[in-house]
């Protein structure tokens, strides 16, 4: 049974900056994409950034370039996602999720098999 936990999130000042966890058990996820997507009220799940965990190959969304960076630590089985330069826009509740790597790293939620609880990020202005 694969779980996922989130943690790391919280309220921050516009320009600041939090790191998300997501700590994975219940697999090896040497073979597996793992992702982060966000959610704010009233709006669809969007993607943040996801990560080949062999390999480490990442891919990230526009919006988010230049200031998030995601990242894994093998030791730990954590997903990280480093977030600077926050905005207001950015909040919403992140999500970190997981699917058997198949070729590619999906951009897209309904492809993913695994998710965690979410955290809440806030951002004031």
């Known amino acids: 049974q694969v779980q996922l936990v989130e943690s790391g999130g919280g309220l921050v000042q516009a320009g600041g900056s939090l790191r998300l966890s997501c700590a994975a058990s219940?697999?090896?996820?040497?073979?597996?994409?793992m992702g982060w997507f966000r959610q704010a009220p009233g709006k669809e799940r969007e993607f943040v950034a996801a990560?080949?965990?062999?390999?480490?190959?990442?891919y990230s969304a526009d919006s988010v370039k230049g200031r998030f960076t995601i990242s894994r630590d093998n030791a730990k089985n954590t997903v990280y996602l480093q977030m600077n330069s926050l905005k207001p826009e950015d909040t919403a509740v992140y999500y970190c999720?997981?699917?058997?790597?198949?070729?590619?790293?999906?951009?897209?939620?309904?492809?993913?098999?695994?998710w965690g609880q979410g955290t809440q990020v806030t951002v004031s202005s």
């Open positions: 999720t997981a699917r058997p790597y198949s070729g590619y790293v999906p951009t897209r939620a309904g492809e993913y098999d695994y």
């Open positions: 990560i080949r965990w062999s390999g480490g190959s990442t």
């Open positions: 219940g697999r090896t996820f040497s073979s597996y994409a």
